[in-house]
């Protein structure tokens, strides 16, 4: 999904620029948000935003 993004330099920059963690995340990081949201845990969640995107919102 990122492959465009990841594979042009000023892109990179600026995407890693923009996170408070300067770095892109990895998808052990990543894989748990998917795993919750996707199991009985996550139910009676209704409306709400997990935001998992490396300090982007913090900046």
């Not at 042009?8 to 990543?30: D, H, N, P």
Request: net charge negative; hydrophobic share 45%; proline share 0%.
């Amino acid at each position: 999904m990122n492959k465009s993004i990841a594979d042009s330099e000023e892109a990179k920059k600026f995407i890693v620029g923009a996170t408070a963690l300067e770095r892109w995340g990895e998808l052990q990081e990543i894989q748990g948000a998917g795993i919750f949201l996707a199991s009985d845990a996550a139910n009676y969640m209704v409306g709400s935003m997990v935001t998992v995107d490396g300090g982007w919102t913090a900046r």
